[in-house]
């Protein structure tokens, strides 16, 4: 199992922002697809976003237009920008990778998980 680091978790109040970092040093070019999955208290596990090798994102409908999903390929990391937060985001958020087609936002097809980093949202 290649590991995968997750930063930049918190506690936040509601309306503020927060970064994301992932390091995907051991597999970052090998992967096609990377993405974010969250998990709240009680629930199962959620795609947030994923991005392909190209570039393209996939976001799901609860986090379009306030999350972001990049990846800078010079320093082997994937990234996370969440805007406008909300209570209901509080999670654990996990970085994750699969290094074959497809890109989507199933859980189950992600092969590679990281320990993940846990934000918390205050009203």
């Known amino acids: 199992q290649v590991p995968l680091v997750e930063s930049g978790g918190g506690s936040v109040q509601a309306g503020g922002s927060l970064r994301l970092s992932c390091d995907a040093s051991?597999?970052?070019?090998?992967?096609?697809?990377m993405g974010w999955f969250r998990q709240a208290p009680g629930k199962e596990r959620e795609g947030v976003a994923v991005i392909d090798s190209d570039g393209r994102t996939n976001y799901a409908d609860s986090v379009k237009g306030r999350f972001t999903i990049s990846k800078d390929n010079a320093k082997n990391t994937l990234y996370l920008q969440i805007a406008n937060l909300k209570p209901e985001d509080t999670a654990t958020y996990y970085c994750?990778?699969?290094?074959?087609?497809?890109?989507?936002?199933?859980?189950?097809?992600?092969?590679?998980w990281g320990k993940g980093t846990l934000v918390t949202i205050s009203p």
């Open positions: 051991g597999l970052f070019y090998m992967t096609y697809c």
């Open positions: 994750a990778a699969r290094l074959y087609r497809p890109c989507t936002l199933g859980v189950y097809e992600m092969e590679h």
